[in-house]
């Protein structure tokens, strides 16, 4: 009957920790259970290592269930576009759940089994957070750092440490409250001495919140306008952006924008994916398509530019060697490849374009297809093609004739790479457009939350950005992260909103993730020391 009691207490606990992490998720959330969310866990990870033999096993399952709600509660919105895609949430709790067994295993390896050592989470999660962004299974939505996308006055010092200082200050907060409240229910039962040992943590979740503050009110942006119109068409993703020919929707294009459009205009800024269809890249400057924008555009706006996504492909030429997402034509033999592209055009003969690099799983790319051929055709059929995307090798910013603008076109998924748009940076960008297309998820917190996501990046990297999705919510955010413009989801939109340029980099867009790189390193060190503990350990007992 106690082995129950205690089983009970544990998955109750395990249940309390997932409830806590959903519900400080934005855009629905209080943030601020994010600070205790995973104490109820470590108290599960030290009853079990404390008192059950087979504790590892028990450990994972009680841990599945926590990162199991965590996930479903948070995106479970990804199953909407299929089945299959829903499976991300699945998996994304399994990986959590191996890397809480690796924490476990570190620190009873190191410290046999006492309680103490709870640092190495902190280490231990952040370097599941890093793999989340490197790797080809790549998921880093529920990096904890963005758990504060919707308190931006709180994070403005993520200008010097970027989303991972926030995964660093919730995991600390965590380590620092459970040490407080054990010490509490298994040392000395004095209130008194709690209240003291609380002081620490209250201090390291207040300390940065009023420096924040600080930094929100007194930061001024530079005066540099660019004016831009930003472009909302509502095409369902799902039938109508396939259904209507390229001419229409460029004509609905301008007929939508006509009363914004003049001289003055400097950039109108397009979702991803808008034409369907594809062209070949070395027969872009001959497309119809290209001819009927710059005819628009010199009728309306002579002096801007559209930044706007199409489906293009590249052909390759004998004997040139072939990326492996190259594809082969039906009854022919030639190669190919398919990109999800963003397109600059203007009024010259110059058309500059990128293709996406941040692919997402399963949709634009399978993961490993170098080593897993087989399983190419089973990518889902989202933005008009089947199979692995090529991928652009370096990020190049687009450049205006007169090389005063300079622009880190991002697609979709991109932007919550922070790191990668750094590249951007470090390679002049001093604006930022993000084109996206959050329609695959109905009317649900995934475009919200994608959404307020780009203000993280905003605060990071102290860029303007305007954000043209085809249907969530297009936006501009300034160099604070306030959104601005927010349009309604499921309604045609188009705005006119004058941004500032910014050229000076900060610390965070200098040297990127340096704080998980660092914590990488760390948990290197930490693993060849708990394996070298526990052969000692083994001898010993031996």
């Known amino acids: ?101 690796f924490y476990h295993l570190i620190r009873t390896s190191i410290y046999n089994k006492d309680d103490k050592g709870q640092w190495t989470l902190i280490i231990t999660w952040l370097c599941f957070e890093l793999l989340h962004y490197h790797w ?75 420096l924040s503050t600080i930094m929100f009110y007194s930061y001024k942006e530079k005066e540099d306008p660019i004016d831009v119109v930003v472009y909302q068409p509502n095409n369902d993703p799902f039938d109508e952006q396939y259904s209507l020919t390229v001419n229409q929707i460029i004509d609905n294009l301008f007929i939508q924008s006509d009363s914004l459009l003049d001289e003055n205009v400097d950039y109108i800024v397009c979702p991803e ?28 706006a002579p002096n801007a530019a559209m930044i706007i996504g199409a489906s293009t492909y590249k052909l390759y030429q004998k004997g040139e060697p072939l990326e492996p997402t190259a594809r082969k034509f039906n009854n022919h033999d030639s190669y190919y490849d398919a990109y999800n592209t963003n397109l600059y055009i203007d009024t010259t003969f110059k058309i500059q374009k990128r293709h996406k690099s941040r692919l997402t ?82 009317d649900t917190q995934g475009y919200k939350q994608h959404c307020a996501y780009a203000s993280v990046l905003a605060v990071e990297t102290r860029r303007s950005i305007a954000r043209s999705a085809n249907t969530g919510r297009s936006c501009t955010i300034n160099q604070r992260g306030e959104i601005s413009n927010a349009t309604d989801y499921w309604v045609k939109a188009v705005f006119r909103e004058k941004i500032n340029l910014n050229n000076t980099k900060t610390f965070y867009s200098r040297y990127g993730d340096y704080i998980a790189h660092i914590s990488a390193i760390i948990g290197l060190m930490l693993v060849f020391i708990a394996i070298i503990n526990r052969i000692i350990t083994n001898k010993v007992n031996e």
């Open 136 to 210: 080809e299974l790549n998921f880093p939505w529920l990096t904890l750092g963005n758990v504060f996308a919707t308190d931006i006055k709180l994070i403005q010092w993520y200008e010097f440490t970027g989303v991972f200082g926030g995964s660093l200050w919730v995991l600390v907060t965590n380590v620092l409250i459970y040490r407080a409240v054990s010490y509490f229910m298994y040392s000395d039962k004095s209130y008194i001495k709690l209240i003291k040992n609380l002081i620490a943590p209250l201090l390291v979740i207040i300390v940065p919140m009023i």
């Open 1 to 101: 009957m106690k082995k129950k009691r205690r089983n009970n207490k544990e998955l109750l606990l395990a249940i309390l920790s997932g409830l806590l992490m959903a519900g400080a998720w934005p855009t629905y959330g209080f943030s601020s259970l994010i600070f205790v969310a995973f104490v109820p866990l470590l108290f599960v990870e030290r009853s079990l290592s404390t008192y059950v033999k087979r504790h590892s096993w028990l450990l994972i399952r009680y841990s599945f269930i926590s990162f199991l709600i965590f996930n479903l509660i948070t995106t479970w919105w990804i199953g909407k576009v299929a089945l299959a895609a829903g499976v991300s949430c699945l998996l994304n709790a399994i990986v959590m759940t191996v890397f809480f067994q």
């Open 273 to 300: 994916s808008v034409l369907q269809g594809g062209t070949f890249e070395h027969q872009l400057d001959e497309a119809l398509y290209i001819s009927r924008i710059r005819k628009g555009i010199g009728s309306k």
């Open 361 to 442: 799983p399963g949709v634009e790319r399978m993961p490993y297809i170098k080593y897993l051929k087989f399983i190419e055709n089973y990518a889902l059929d989202l933005g008009g093609t089947v199979g692995s995307l090529g991928i652009d090798k370096e990020e190049i910013p687009f450049v205006s004739p007169d090389k005063r603008v300079k622009i880190a076109s991002i697609i979709c998924y991109e932007s919550i790479f922070g790191e990668f748009v750094t590249n951007f940076i470090k390679n002049g960008a001093n604006v930022i457009f993000i084109s996206t297309n959050d329609g695959w998820w109905g």
